[in-house]
């Protein structure tokens, strides 16, 4: 394996280290897919984000423990997915802490599982891949893009506790163990986001409405549809805060109020630059098919390194975009009535002159590294069940090819797990 070098070099932000932010305020990076932090109070302290694992939160809380023996007397949650809410447990130690969430607090994760019939079995393993849940690290699973790719599983999602306070007005203030914050709602990545402003240290605690990566407007997992300019107005309601240190959910914090200017408009404007150019498309009745392959973020923005695809990607976001505003159908009258996958194989096949003149043409697609193009002439093969076992063997090789040259890591790690799933099809 020889993956990206940028998306290996991106594994420099998950280092693990509890960093002092401001007098009293911690930062835990690098022990979890995300980051804890704790702010210490006259008589407690506040406790924002649990992690997605028990242990995570055990090796974090150990590390502030280090630091103050006060109680951890209220957990924040930013957002109600998983990797934020369940280590809440670990942090509760043996008393029942307050836990304050969103009045909307509910993962779209749930929204998924709780539809009926629920595909949850589809959105688990797609999640894993995804994730690249049993792929070897370092060599296969390099990073999870905004997180370490050699985190603890023990207890994943055990440690959830309810929110016992949920916040209900756009701006609430609250002051516990002596800390005033400001709790903000910011709808973004997820509509349940809050974000904390600690206006006496000008710190701002941003949930997943940043990262360092173009942010992940749709998840490959599966995901209902992310409200693109929601996201957009809650950058610049962030960036109203003008904060000294931004603290996120995930990657390292940003430290400077020039600096956050920079990288929360340098954000919002990749949203709406990938907005505008989709819809500018769209009403010349361009399809997702072509839109996917057209809009980019321009040099000036595709540069910076807080917006590299690491985990969002731009032709997966104006796909969702599309997908999200006018539905499935691209406007072309020929995918009204598609041939199935079988029968668009049998045809295309016997076009390319048979299955055998087809598995030369895959060949040489492999030799001339055209790694989508064998991908897709396999597929044809399998679909039409001839040559299944050389189409299936070239398509695996292919997969690895294409997570090598991939700097998505949620792409290289969904191609490698599909690559062993199908390899294991073959035994
Ligand atoms: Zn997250």
């Given at each position: 394996m020889n993956p990206n070098p940028e998306l290996v070099a991106q594994s420099q932000q998950f280092e693990k280290q509890v960093i002092e932010l401001a007098p009293g305020v911690y930062g835990a990076v690098g022990f979890a897919a995300s980051n804890v932090y704790m702010l210490i109070g006259d008589d407690g302290a506040v406790i924002i984000d649990t992690t997605e694992t028990t242990k995570a939160a055990e090796n974090i809380k150990a590390e502030f423990r280090k630091i103050t023996d006060k109680p951890f007397t209220t957990i924040i949650y930013t957002h109600s997915h998983r990797d934020h809410i369940s280590g809440a447990t670990v942090f509760a130690e043996e008393g029942q802490p307050e836990i304050i969430a969103s009045d909307n607090f509910e993962s779209d994760l749930v929204v998924i599982e709780q539809r009926h019939p629920a595909p949850g079995k589809a959105l688990m393993a797609r999640t894993k891949r995804q994730f690249g849940m049993s792929l070897s690290f370092p060599d296969e699973r390099v990073n999870l893009g905004i997180g370490p790719g050699d985190r603890p599983m023990e207890g994943m999602g055990a440690g959830f506790m309810a929110p016992t306070l949920h916040i209900t007005d756009d701006k609430t203030t609250i002051t516990r163990a002596g800390i005033t914050l400001e709790l903000v709602k910011a709808p973004g990545e997820t509509p349940d986001?809050?974000?904390?402003?600690?206006?006496?240290?000008?710190?701002?605690?941003?949930?997943?409405?940043?990262?360092?990566?173009?942010?992940?407007?749709?998840?490959?997992?599966?995901?209902?549809?992310?409200?693109?300019?929601?996201?957009?107005?809650?950058?610049?309601?962030?960036?109203?805060?003008?904060?000294?240190?931004?603290?996120?959910?995930?990657?390292?914090?940003?430290?400077?109020?020039?600096?956050?200017?920079?990288?929360?408009?340098?954000?919002?404007?990749?949203?709406?630059?990938?907005?505008?150019?989709?819809?500018?498309?769209?009403?010349?009745?361009?399809?997702?098919?072509?839109?996917?392959?057209?809009?980019?973020?321009?040099?000036?923005?595709?540069?910076?390194?807080?917006?590299?695809?690491?985990?969002?990607?731009?032709?997966?976001?104006?796909?969702?975009?599309?997908?999200?505003?006018?539905?499935?159908?691209?406007?072309?009258?020929?995918?009204?009535?598609?041939?199935?996958?079988?029968?668009?194989?049998?045809?295309?096949?016997?076009?390319?002159?048979?299955?055998?003149?087809?598995?030369?043409?895959?060949?040489?697609?492999?030799?001339?590294?055209?790694?989508?193009?064998?991908?897709?002439?396999?597929?044809?093969?399998?679909?039409?069940?001839?040559h299944t076992r050389d189409a299936k063997t070239m398509k695996v090789a292919a997969l690895r090819a294409l997570a090598d040259t991939e700097i998505n890591a949620t792409g290289r790690n969904y191609y490698l797990l599909s690559a062993k799933e199908l390899e294991d099809t073959l035994d």
């Open positions: 986001h809050i974000v904390v402003w600690l206006k006496d240290k000008e710190v701002l605690f941003s949930g997943d409405n940043f990262y360092s990566s173009f942010p992940n407007l749709y998840a490959i997992r599966g995901t209902p549809y992310r409200d693109f300019n929601a996201w957009a107005d809650t950058l610049d309601l962030l960036l109203g805060f003008n904060a000294k240190v931004l603290a996120p959910g995930h990657t390292m914090p940003v430290i400077g109020a020039d600096k956050i200017t920079g990288v929360l408009s340098d954000y919002r404007d990749a949203i709406k630059h990938v907005v505008s150019q989709t819809v500018e498309g769209m009403n010349k009745q361009l399809g997702p098919d072509v839109l996917a392959h057209s809009v980019s973020l321009p040099d000036s923005l595709a540069n910076k390194p807080h917006l590299k695809e690491f985990y969002g990607k731009v032709s997966w976001s104006v796909r969702a975009y599309f997908a999200g505003t006018l539905g499935w159908f691209d406007g072309n009258p020929t995918n009204l009535g598609s041939l199935s996958p079988q029968q668009r194989a049998d045809k295309t096949i016997r076009l390319a002159g048979g299955a055998d003149s087809m598995l030369v043409s895959v060949k040489k697609a492999a030799q001339d590294n055209d790694h989508q193009w064998v991908l897709e002439l396999t597929d044809h093969l399998i679909a039409a069940d001839k």
